[in-house]
């Protein structure tokens, strides 16, 4: 079964194409690993333990589709694939390297509402 988006991008706003190709647990993170040499997908899966085989080929399928990044499949047993940036996907590394920089920066200030906000989402969840 194919899932099938019931609500239409609005795409007349820059900021929601934005989230739509930034958007994702791990995209930007790709995006960094591939950007710093990381471009293999055993590689890639070694950087992110906890990033799963089928997320990581949905998001990596949607970096594709949005010409983030291209596949490159090497005619060989077994077959070889590496991943690089295009010239669309380059483009982003500003913006990934600003917010970067805006959360270290306040680091310790988010590390505190992070941790307040999940234990309050842990207590909510035991009161039921």
Avoid at 20 to 48: C, D, T, Y
């Amino acid at each position: 079964m194919r899932y099938e988006r019931k609500i239409p991008i609005p795409i007349e706003c820059g900021l929601h194409l934005t989230k739509e190709v930034l958007g994702g647990k791990w995209k930007m993170s790709l995006i960094n690993a591939i950007h710093a040499g990381i471009k293999r997908p055993a590689r890639i899966e070694q950087a992110f333990p906890t990033l799963t085989k089928r997320v990581l080929s949905r998001q990596l399928k949607e970096l594709e589709a949005h010409g983030i990044i291209s596949k490159e499949i090497f005619p060989q047993l077994p077959p070889k694939v590496e991943y690089s940036l295009t010239p669309l996907g380059a483009s982003l590394l500003p913006i990934i390297d600003m917010m970067d920089n805006w959360g270290n920066e306040n680091r310790s200030f988010l590390e505190k509402v992070i941790e307040e906000t999940r234990l309050m989402v842990e207590i909510g969840n035991h009161a039921h």
